[in-house]
């Protein structure tokens, strides 16, 4: 019995094999085997298998339970193919397939879309920035200058929607910077390297808390195209002074393994005037004395950027990735200025010209390090590790001097070294369910530290001496922790998600004394629950209505609560507020969209511990004023906005936006302050096919009087641009000429209000340009075969990093 048993198992072993075990082989029409391709293992009443192609065109299933089974393949350029059915009863244990290519494989790159220069979606405005051709040559910080509800102060500070404090993140991680330091990362970063531009106002609580007035995250290229494509790009362009631009990107796309390259060098001469015209005043209102300071500063700027990175499929299922960059800004140059002061009268009482030759380097690194698994077909988690460095370094050489017959002059000298390193680790996990939901849970924690020194020297009797009521040295640490978990959900005509993070920051910082300046520490510990979520009707197939919430937070950056003093000029310093508090808001919004044509919005938003510039006296020095920044009250912004995207004619496409807000500021800063303000931003993109091989765009902005402080109004600014295109090489390369700010007018104007002083200033750029623009796309396109999600999921995924 014992025997007939064993017999009667071994005579199932081959049976039992083939059950287990199934190489599918594909071939091209030349016999080459086919790397890549996407196989599918179909088994009735099962959930399909997939599997890509190797090397030598195999692709293996094991495990494959008893029954009937068949195999659909596809690959980028040739036509699905199914095979026949198979059953346990054959002895075979592999199978060859020969693809057919399509007739419309392509030997050239040819986009034939026309992507639209803004899009509106749901939570987010998409500013595409190769589809305008007078963004051609611009730095970032340009290109958002003009983006729907976007504004850049003097200092840099952005704000969107009329809100300020904005996250800036770069392929979706925070930059860490503020002030002049993301001011300097963004006005060198070209438009070239640019894919898209996100405009969040109310983001999901995936993302970081932090940006009261929501994030903008800029998307740099990155090509997803199979085999070894790439493209070049030259730009040059004339201001004032002239201006050069070049970009190189590459992409290798084979199998398993997606690698790329970016480089990107500019150099540009830039010009920048500023007037300051700065009255004092005695208690009673009247003039005592008058400050005219006319500023011109001129200089270079060389950037240089990389950046690499290598996607890997270990299986159907699992990705791994690893990006690195670095980018080396070098900024070289002098400012002469010149400071009259006027008695009430009128008449000058003396003059003293000043001198500042600067030059300061940005260096900054990043690694990072992806792993995205698809534990099923509803369940995907990821995973990240990154570092980022910034090396930060200014040199700065004042000479001040007094025209006059029996004058002096002044020399000082400043050294201002900073280095900026942040570690940081998230997770998220997906959890796709019944009727088109899904649960997020995730976690990041992020630590960021910082080496903030400046050294001022002051010539004496010939001799360098130590300036020590100026000179400091500062360490800062800062730690967040965060997790949140989001439901979305979709019921008939009702869409919706509900989402809730908490965040818990603790940050030490030390300022270090010397022998005039005693050592000083304060740290901070606090946490707290940021809810958001929306609420969507489909009324029908043409309307949409969506109620949005969300409570955000912005916490001082480094910068902020550094209290010694920045050297301006000689009459005007700038300090930090090491007693600054994080700022609060809740935003609601309300928007209605009517299919892709209209999209009109009301918005509410309460902004507590509210982040105004401060402006005070100095009262150890006469005629000195200080810039700071504190928590001045409360602040409350209504805001409306019409978004439209129509195309009166078949050459003819135009995107606008009108934003309307009231916006009201009140605090106290050593007076009791309360501003309001009406203020109106337009922004239109008129886009033109002139026949095959021509397009045209007519763009420009307005924006009325503005407030972003409590003591500081913004004067009316705008421009208008305009460009032409035409492809050329069989639509393998394009020209691009244009021409912003034709009329001059895009200037920084605006009056300040201090204690006992108002100052009047206007800031004038080389903002007038003309550029002519390049680029030469290399490499072979094939027209997409359409995929199932899952196999697609799995060839699409790229560039985590």
């Excluded at 300036?467 to 979305?488: K, Q, V």
Aim: proline share 3%; glycine share 8%; aromatic share 10%.
């Amino acid at each position: 019995m014992t025997r007939t048993l064993l017999l009667f198992l071994l005579a199932l072993l081959p049976l039992g094999s083939f059950a287990q075990q199934f190489t599918l082989i594909i071939l091209k029409e030349n016999a080459q085997p086919v790397d890549g391709a996407t196989v599918k293992l179909i088994l009735p009443n099962r959930q399909a298998r997939v599997g890509i192609s190797n090397a030598r065109g195999q692709a293996l299933f094991q495990n494959i339970p008893p029954g009937t089974f068949n195999f659909s393949v596809t690959y980028t350029g040739y036509k699905s193919q199914t095979t026949r059915n198979y059953t346990i009863a054959e002895s075979i244990k592999q199978d060859t397939i020969r693809m057919q290519p399509l007739s419309t494989m392509l030997s050239e790159v040819n986009i034939t879309a026309k992507t639209p220069p803004v899009e509106v979606k749901q939570g987010k405005v998409i500013v595409n920035v190769e589809a305008s051709a007078t963004n051609t040559g611009a730095t970032v910080l340009e290109v958002l200058e003009k983006s729907p509800g976007v504004m850049v102060d003097r200092n840099g500070g952005i704000s969107l929607q009329g809100k300020p404090g904005v996250l800036v993140m770069i392929d979706d991680k925070p930059t860490y910077l503020s002030g002049a330091d993301l001011n300097n990362l963004l006005s060198s970063m070209s438009s070239g390297q640019v894919a898209q531009i996100e405009l969040i106002a109310n983001p999901t609580a995936r993302y970081d808390a932090s940006g009261n007035a929501g994030i903008i995250n800029i998307k740099t290229k990155k090509n997803r195209q199979k085999g070894f494509n790439g493209s070049v790009s030259a730009t040059v362009a004339q201001g004032v002074h002239s201006k050069t631009n070049n970009t190189l990107t590459l992409n290798y796309r084979a199998g398993r393994v997606n690698t790329f390259f970016n480089y990107n060098i500019s150099y540009q001469k830039y010009l920048t005037n500023l007037y300051a015209l700065r009255k004092y005043t005695n208690a009673s209102g009247a003039t005592t004395s008058t400050l005219e300071q006319p500023s011109h500063f001129t200089g270079t700027l060389l950037n240089n950027n990389v950046k690499a990175g290598l996607d890997y499929d270990v299986s159907s299922n699992t990705t791994v990735g690893i990006v690195l960059g670095g980018t080396i800004i070098h900024r070289e140059g002098n400012n002469t200025a010149s400071a009259r002061w006027l008695n009430p009268a009128g008449a000058a009482d003396s003059v003293i010209a000043t001198d500042n030759a600067n030059n300061s380097r940005f260096k900054n690194g990043q690694a990072s390090l992806n792993l995205r698994h698809n534990i099923s077909k509803t369940q995907d988690i990821s995973a990240s590790a990154d570092w980022l460095h910034y090396n930060i370094a200014s040199d700065q050489n004042f000479n001040n001097r007094l025209q006059t017959t029996n004058g002096y002059n002044e020399f000082t000298r400043a050294n201002i070294p900073t280095g900026i390193t942040i570690l940081t680790g998230k997770a998220d996990y997906t959890l796709k369910t019944e009727k088109e939901g899904q649960w997020q849970v995730g976690w990041k924690s992020a630590r960021s530290s910082t080496d903030n020194a400046a050294g001022y020297q002051n010539l004496t009797s010939g001799q360098w001496t130590d300036d020590l009521t100026r000179s400091n040295h500062f360490l800062y640490s800062e730690n967040i922790h965060a997790a949140y978990a989001l439901m979305e959900r979709k019921y008939k005509a009702i869409s919706y998600q509900v989402g809730i993070r908490y965040e818990h920051t603790d940050y030490h910082a030390h300022q270090l004394g010397n022998l005039l300046q005693k050592d000083s520490a304060f740290s901070r510990n606090y946490g707290s629950f940021f809810p958001s979520g929306y609420v969507s009707y489909q009324a029908d197939t043409a309307n949409n209505l969506t109620l949005t919430i969300s409570r955000r937070i912005d916490r001082p950056a480094y910068q902020t609560l550094n209290p010694f003093y920045f050297i301006i000029n000689k009459y005007t310093y700038e300090t930090g507020n090491p007693y600054i508090l994080p700022q609060y808001s809740w935003s609601l919004e309300l928007s209605h969209q009517y299919k892709n044509l209209l999209t009109t919005t009301v918005s509410y938003t309460n902004i507590n511990n509210y982040f105004s510039q401060i402006f005070l006296s100095d009262p150890a020095q006469a005629g000195i004023l200080l810039y700071t920044q504190g928590n001045v009250g409360r602040t409350y912004i209504i805001g409306v906005s019409e978004a439209v995207t129509a195309s009166p004619t078949n050459w003819w496409t135009i995107t606008a936006q009108a934003l309307y807000n009231y916006k009201k500021l009140s605090g106290f800063n050593g007076n009791r302050y309360t501003s309001d303000i009406n203020q109106l931003n337009l922004n239109a993109n008129n886009q033109f096919t002139i026949g095959k091989r021509f397009t045209g765009e007519l763009s420009g902005f307005y924006t009325t009087r503005a407030r972003n402080d409590v003591q500081e109004k913004l004067y009316p600014t705008g421009q208008l641009s305009a460009g032409l295109g035409m492809s050329l090489l069989k639509k393998k390369a394009n020209l691009k000429l244009s021409m912003r700010d034709v009329f001059y007018t895009n200037a920084m104007e605006g009056l300040t209000q201090f204690p006992n002083a108002t100052e009047y200033f206007k800031i004038k750029r080389d903002s007038r340009v003309v550029v002519l623009a390049f680029t030469y796309r290399f490499g072979k396109a094939y027209k997409m075969v359409k995929r199932d999600n899952s196999a697609s999921d799995e060839m699409e995924r790229v560039g985590n990093g």
